[in-house]
């Protein structure tokens, strides 16, 4: 029977959380009737995920691939990595803390054996348990992203999605050193079908999403798939200098056709203070850009293998 499913999960520092996911997949897709896999990318655990792995590997209840990574190169290096060992006809996307349930792919796979106008379905959140401030800063961060971008973002989909082989071959041809999978997803297109679930709280460990690589992440997202900004800093440009011509212009007239000083010690250190933070948010914007071009143009890999445990060289 032809592999039909590979499951990609992400590791890191879940040691907790592996065994409980793997006994919940096998409880969820018991009779499902085709063949699926797991493959579990270990992102640099500093914690016993690595040996909990190699654990479920040796045991085998269900075909098993570990892919280790030699550090940590984050959430969508690991992704990466998992799509690139993955043989199935589809492709799901899951954490393994158990906050996405794994008996909702089961439905993924249906939906795209139903309807084959899809090519991917992603789940969204129906109900958020964030905080409101939070939730008020990732719906600022998804107002600003589709008023900068191109392309749409749907602010409540999350990475938690099936899709099928010729959505990750595309998503594979894509190169980039600082990746946001939102943005991949919705610039390559294909049709999307979405559907809600209830995120269940974490079987076990916490969250590895601080509020500062949020806000790293938002900062990739906006960076990766928009050149607003940098029209936005030449737009300041321009309307600053405009600004400090007008004054000049209205100095030089009250010193010549009135004969006034115009004192203006705290107006200058005003416009001082003003012009520079200008220039200083500006030149962020460009080293923003700057930054990533040098680090692309060093072609360095996105992410090393340490080791590969593959089922089929068991």
């Given at each position: 029977?032809?592999?039909?499913?590979?499951?990609?999960?992400?590791?890191?520092?879940?040691?907790?959380?592996?065994?409980?996911?793997?006994?919940?997949?096998?409880?969820?897709?018991?009779?499902?009737?085709?063949?699926?896999?797991?493959?579990?990318?270990?992102?640099?655990?500093?914690?016993?995920?690595?040996?909990?792995?190699?654990?479920?590997?040796?045991?085998?209840?269900?075909?098993?691939?570990?892919?280790?990574?030699?550090?940590?190169?984050?959430?969508?290096?690991?992704?990466?990595?998992?799509?690139?060992?993955?043989?199935?006809?589809?492709?799901?996307?899951?954490?393994?803390?158990?906050?996405?349930?794994?008996?909702?792919?089961?439905?993924?796979?249906?939906?795209?054996?139903?309807?084959?106008?899809?090519?991917?379905?992603?789940?969204?959140?129906?109900?958020?348990?964030?905080?409101?401030?939070?939730?008020?800063?990732?719906?600022?961060?998804?107002?600003?992203?589709?008023?900068?971008?191109?392309?749409?973002?749907?602010?409540?989909?999350?990475d938690f999605r099936t899709f099928r082989r010729s959505v990750a071959e595309s998503i594979l041809t894509i190169g980039e050193y600082h990746r946001f999978s939102k943005g991949i997803f919705s610039w390559i297109g294909y049709e999307t079908s979405y559907i809600p679930y209830v995120a269940a709280p974490r079987v076990?460990?916490?969250?590895?999403?601080?509020?500062?690589?949020?806000?790293?992440?938002?900062?990739?997202?906006?960076?990766?798939?928009?050149?607003?900004?940098?029209?936005?800093?030449?737009?300041?440009?321009?309307?600053?200098?405009?600004?400090?011509?007008?004054?000049?212009?209205?100095?030089?007239?009250?010193?010549?056709?009135?004969?006034?000083?115009?004192?203006?010690?705290?107006?200058?250190?005003?416009?001082?203070?003003?012009?520079?933070?200008?220039?200083?948010?500006?030149?962020?914007?460009?080293?923003?850009?700057?930054?990533?071009?040098?680090?692309?143009?060093?072609?360095?890999?996105i992410y090393i293998e340490k080791d590969v445990l593959d089922y089929h060289k068991k």
């Amino acid at each position: 029977m032809d592999l039909k499913l590979s499951m990609v999960v992400p590791c890191y520092n879940e040691a907790l959380s592996v065994v409980p996911f793997l006994e919940t997949v096998l409880a969820a897709f018991e009779g499902c009737g085709y063949e699926y896999e797991l493959i579990f990318v270990n992102d640099g655990s500093t914690d016993a995920t690595g040996h909990q792995l190699r654990k479920l590997y040796e045991d085998q209840t269900c075909p098993i691939k570990v892919v280790e990574l030699s550090r940590n190169f984050g959430k969508e290096a690991a992704i990466y990595a998992g799509l690139r060992h993955a043989d199935g006809a589809y492709i799901s996307l899951i954490d393994a803390d158990l906050q996405q349930p794994p008996a909702l792919v089961r439905e993924m796979v249906d939906i795209l054996d139903c309807n084959r106008s899809y090519d991917v379905v992603a789940a969204y959140q129906d109900k958020r348990k964030e905080s409101k401030l939070l939730t008020f800063f990732k719906n600022s961060f998804y107002k600003t992203i589709n008023l900068l971008s191109d392309v749409h973002f749907r602010h409540d989909a999350s990475d938690f999605r099936t899709f099928r082989r010729s959505v990750a071959e595309s998503i594979l041809t894509i190169g980039e050193y600082h990746r946001f999978s939102k943005g991949i997803f919705s610039w390559i297109g294909y049709e999307t079908s979405y559907i809600p679930y209830v995120a269940a709280p974490r079987v076990g460990g916490r969250s590895k999403w601080s509020f500062r690589k949020l806000f790293g992440y938002a900062i990739d997202g906006i960076v990766g798939f928009s050149i607003k900004p940098l029209r936005i800093a030449t737009f300041l440009g321009c309307v600053t200098s405009f600004a400090a011509f007008l004054y000049l212009v209205s100095v030089f007239l009250e010193k010549i056709f009135r004969g006034i000083d115009v004192p203006g010690y705290a107006t200058q250190i005003i416009l001082i203070l003003l012009l520079g933070g200008i220039q200083l948010l500006c030149i962020g914007i460009i080293g923003e850009y700057v930054g990533r071009i040098f680090e692309q143009s060093k072609r360095r890999p996105i992410y090393i293998e340490k080791d590969v445990l593959d089922y089929h060289k068991k």
